[in-house]
């Protein structure tokens, strides 16, 4: 959905309005995720094309896992082979990522959680496309351990990647990698650009950035209207 044109916005600003939208509206976050991850989806096969694509979905802890899985869903049902893999075991979910393991898994899904990025690499082969759900906004420190390795491998396996509101491991604001960042080859940038994107040597790893509305009303997002 076209979205109202917003100037950049940073990791405090997407997380109040956010939080207005559940607090002030009584809009569920599970709402705001569906139209999230329905929108990459969306956004993923207008880039690769109507034909199905065998999609490698990664999902971290967070919320931006969750947009993962329910990406993975919508992909599913346009009849395109999904595999997704979570970067915690499932009793480490929580909330609305929880939520979407659990209609994955009921629902037959090739998902499970992975300890060794070195796991990944079967999957990173057998993918055209990968899907960049593991680390959202509120990231402000350095990516360590498994983590940051299973970023070097995606971007060492030379797969198109689809980030999901921000390439994992870039700073929101600063627009520079924490240790370590994905290289997507698209970026769909929910509701409004990062205000990181325009640092010089984000476009390296946002690539093309495309802005993904999810149904915000206008009214928390009219003091963030362009000029």
């Known amino acids: 959905m076209a979205p109202l044109p917003l100037r950049p916005l940073s990791r405090a600003e997407v997380r109040g309005i956010d939080a207005r939208a559940a607090g002030e509206l009584g809009l569920p976050t599970l709402v705001l995720m569906e139209n999230a991850g329905r929108g990459a989806a969306d956004r993923l096969v207008e880039r690769a094309g109507p034909e199905p694509r065998r999609v490698l979905v990664l999902c971290g802890p967070g919320n931006n896992g969750g947009d993962g899985g329910v990406a993975a869903r919508h992909l599913d049902a346009r ?81 198109p990647v689809l980030a999901l509101d921000l390439p994992s491991g870039l700073d929101c604001d600063a627009g520079r990698p924490l240790g370590a960042a994905v290289r997507a080859a698209v970026t769909v940038s929910f509701v409004s650009r990062k205000l990181g994107f325009d640092a010089p040597g984000a476009s390296a790893f946002t690539g093309e950035v495309v802005v993904e509305g999810i149904g915000v009303p206008s009214r928390l997002l009219e003091p963030f209207r362009e000029g």
């Open 79 to 159: 009849g395109w082979p999904v595999r997704v893999r979570w970067t915690v075991a499932a009793d480490r979910l929580r909330g609305d990522a929880l939520a979407q393991f659990g209609i994955l898994e009921r629902a037959g899904f090739d998902q499970r959680s992975v300890a060794d990025p070195a796991e990944l690499a079967p999957d990173l082969s057998w993918a055209d496309w990968v899907v960049d759900g593991l680390l959202g906004t509120g990231l402000t420190r350095e990516v360590e351990g498994p983590l940051r390795g299973v970023i070097e491998a995606v971007n060492a396996s030379g797969r």
